[in-house]
């Protein structure tokens, strides 16, 4: 394992560098503020007119087409959406200075070979390992959020060091910046979505909620059981990992969590689990989720309008129109 931190940074590196961020959404705008903020020469490069147009100019930030943007830009960041990362790319590339540096938050592009770069190009990866808030707040805060970097094409022979000094801009190297492979980033990333921090915790708390109404308890108590107590065992994995969590819960939670868990999740789970990281590393997944694009996304919306119907949704909603404190974490 290799970690740099501050000190592992080349000053030099991006110095006098003009950086073109493309795209504001989560990570386009804590990339773009963080960058000014430490100095850097900063353009974002939207739409003109749209929301993040307009969003950059209140923020004090210099804006413009895309195009215009990356002309004479010493790093380009491709902070846009993965399924709008290609025809953005072969809108610009013509307007890409030899020598630049073409940098991605998430290997999915440059992995499965949807961009393919001009070899006179650096191609880099810094992904913080946050939401675009959290990256901006612990940066507001003299912090910062992990980072991972991977280098996929080095024409220049300095892109780790190019990369290395903009994790440095965004505050990445306040909380440690991890060498791997764009291959590494993006396969355990998408498997980490979808069988474990979004699919597979989302389906264990609706099938739990299920079990649990159907066996005729009360949808709320269900609710408050299977969901709203989730944060309360996170928030303890987060902080202090599984020993920490059964240090802080109950004698007979641990027990149960001991002699039950393994018979949910076991090696029937795992065997699942196995075949969708085989997909994502055939491409399966990829060639799906693009074609899905491809065809006006009919299949996505029906599967999420569905997920949003569940009855675990109504009930939620109504008991945390009790709860205020949890807007005012949000404000």
């Known amino acids: ?83 709008a990362q290609k025809e953005l790319y072969e809108s610009i590339e013509k307007n890409i200075k030899k020598g630049a540096t073409l940098l991605f938050a998430h290997g999915f592009n440059i992995h499965f070979k949807q961009i393919k770069p ?45 990369a290395l000094a903009y994790a440095d801009g965004i505050g990445g190297t306040r909380g440690g910046v991890l060498e791997t492979t764009f291959a590494e980033e993006t396969e355990t990333d998408l498997f980490g979505e979808q069988a474990v921090l979004c699919g597979g915790a989302t389906e264990l708390v609706v099938k739990g909620f299920e079990t649990l109404v159907e066996a005729g308890y009360q949808p709320e108590v269900a609710y408050y059981e299977c969901l709203h107590e989730l944060k309360l065992i996170v928030d303890l994995l987060h902080e202090g990992g599984l020993r920490k969590m059964h240090e802080f819960i109950s004698e007979t939670a641990k027990y149960g969590d001991l002699t039950r868990g393994p018979r949910v999740v076991n090696e029937r789970t795992k065997k699942e689990m196995r075949r969708i990281l085989k997909e994502i590393q055939d491409g399966k997944f990829a060639r799906q989720w693009i074609e899905e694009n491809r065809t006006g996304r009919k299949n996505y919306r029906k599967l999420l309008e569905k997920d949003l119907k569940h009855p675990i949704e109504k009930v939620g909603a109504a008991l945390r129109a009790r709860m205020p404190w949890l807007e005012d974490k949000r404000a």
């Open 118 to 162: 001009r070899k006179d190009l650096d191609v880099v990866l810094i992904a913080p390992k946050g939401p675009g808030d959290l990256v901006r707040r612990q940066y507001q805060q003299g912090r910062g959020v992990p980072c991972l970097l991977a280098v996929a094409q080095n024409a220049t022979r300095k892109a780790k060091a190019k």
């Open 1 to 83: 394992m290799r970690l740099y931190s501050r000190k592992d940074v080349d000053k030099k590196a991006l110095r006098g560098a003009r950086i073109a961020v493309l795209g504001y959404g989560s990570q386009g705008r804590a990339h773009a503020l963080n960058l000014k903020d430490s100095g850097f020469d900063v353009v974002v490069g939207v739409r003109k007119g749209g929301t993040g147009w307009k969003k950059a100019k209140r923020d004090g930030l210099a804006v413009a087409e895309p195009a215009e943007a990356v002309a004479g830009a010493d790093l380009i960041a491709m902070l846009v959406p993965d399924l």
